[in-house]
């Protein structure tokens, strides 16, 4: 199974400069839930957007750059040249995660199964966005409000889209 999973803002908004445009501790555990012990899919940008790889996940990289990596100290990270290439090795029989960033989500819209969103509740100045959620494509079977409070400076809702057959 192929998930997407992000955090938009009310106009899809990703990021800015290779940034989050916010900071939610809330959305940053159930990302830690959803996808500790899978695959994760990513670009290479947003994977030089961590610090470190993030722990108890196989990350798999997508990048142009030839040996990009090669002689990296870093354990449970492949590097690919294309999404296709990505969903090749990755387990089919468990969850995949794409994590990002705009331009991965744009070409794997098409193949996922399921988005799980986190929607914040604002319009933010972006230069990267998520592809519009078509809900004549698109199911929404779960959604979760959370309120604005000292940890989080937005109110913001859990979404999961489940595609239609």
Same mark, same amino acid.
């Given at each position: 199974m192929i998930l997407l999973i992000a955090a938009v803002g009310e106009n899809y908004e990703l990021g800015k400069d290779n940034q989050l445009l916010w900071h939610l501790p809330d959305d940053f555990k159930r990302f830690k839930q959803l996808t500790t012990g899978h695959h994760i899919i990513l670009g290479r940008k947003t994977f030089e957007s961590f610090p470190? *790889?993030?722990? %108890?996940?196989?990350?798999?990289?997508?990048?142009?750059?030839?040996?990009?990596?090669?002689?990296? *100290?870093?354990? %449970?990270c492949i590097v690919v040249n294309s999404i296709q290439d990505a969903l090749k090795i990755v387990p089919k029989e468990e969850a995949t995660y794409i994590i990002g960033g705009a331009e991965i989500y744009k070409q794997s819209i098409e193949l996922a199964d399921v988005v799980e969103l986190t929607r914040v509740h604002g319009s933010f100045e972006a230069d990267t966005f998520f592809p519009e959620i078509d809900l004549n494509e698109w199911e929404l079977t779960f959604e979760e409000f959370h309120a604005k409070d000292e940890k989080h400076p937005f109110d913001f809702t859990f979404q999961t889209f489940v595609r239609k057959n």
């Open positions: 470190k *790889p993030l722990p %108890n996940r196989t990350h798999v990289i997508i990048t142009r750059q030839k040996d990009y990596l090669k002689n990296s *100290p870093y354990e %449970n």
